[in-house]
């Protein structure tokens, strides 16, 4: 115990931070400190396990993970697609579930239909264009947005989006409607490919433990 190194993990803020810590807490990892919602603090460890936490913008995650500044990163597939990195994939946790869609106003679906030249305004360009010229070979203009990519197809920007679809409610509440599902997406563990070598043991063992805990949870 007294030479084992810091594992580090690279955690997505928002939506995911919270069922991350709880899966952890199940599994026996805990980390009091980063619940303290007032902390500027940054970085956060686990003495005992010898395990260090940082959250980072969820688009940054797989480069933490790449250059193996985190050993490990949690984070959505859809940023992990986004962002191409050279990383494992390595366990889907089963939560954070929702689906990358085209969506547009019902009558975007006959211009899809005939390949027209649409314009797809998206937090997501590369899936955009992964989607559409490699999957679907047509050619469309991709837009790239930061948020609130809805407001595009109303507003006269864009004929369609591609954009994460969970409940359906933003769509509904704006009058779009989903005209094609890209992939479904869940919340993701990611490790560093040298990290895997190196701390081969200590890895493994845990992906064994989230995943029956994940399947424990899916039974119940
Ligand atoms: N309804 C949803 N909208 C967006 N992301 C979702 C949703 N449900 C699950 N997710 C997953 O949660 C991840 C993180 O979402 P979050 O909203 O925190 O990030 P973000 O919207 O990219 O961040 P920001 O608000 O800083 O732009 C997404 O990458 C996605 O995998
Ligand atoms: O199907 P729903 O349950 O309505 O969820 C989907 C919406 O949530 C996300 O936006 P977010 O809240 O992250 O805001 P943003 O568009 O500014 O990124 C996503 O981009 C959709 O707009």
Known sequence: ?????????????????????????KIGITCEEMKDKDTRKLI???????????????PDVPTYVEYGAADIGIVGKDTILEEGRNIYEVLDLGFGKCRMCIC???DAEELLKH???IR???????IAKDYFYNKKHQ???????????ELAPIVGLSEVIC???ETGSTL?????????EVCPLSARMVVNQVSMKMENERITKLIADLKREIERKDLA
């Open 1 to 25: 115990m007294e030479d084992m190194r810091y594992l580090t993990f690279a955690l997505g803020k928002g939506r995911l931070a919270k069922k991350t810590l709880e899966l952890f807490e």
């Open 44 to 58: 956060f460890v686990n003495e005992e396990l010898k395990l260090r936490f940082f959250l980072a913008k969820g």
């Open 104 to 106: 547009g106003p019902k």
């Open 115 to 117: 390949h027209e030249l």
């Open 120 to 126: 797809v305004a998206t937090k997501y360009p590369h």
């Open 139 to 149: 050619t469309v203009e991709i837009i790239k947005l930061n948020g609130s990519i």
């Open 163 to 165: 954009d994460i679809v």
């Open 172 to 180: 509904r509440e704006n009058g779009l409607v989903v005209l094609e």
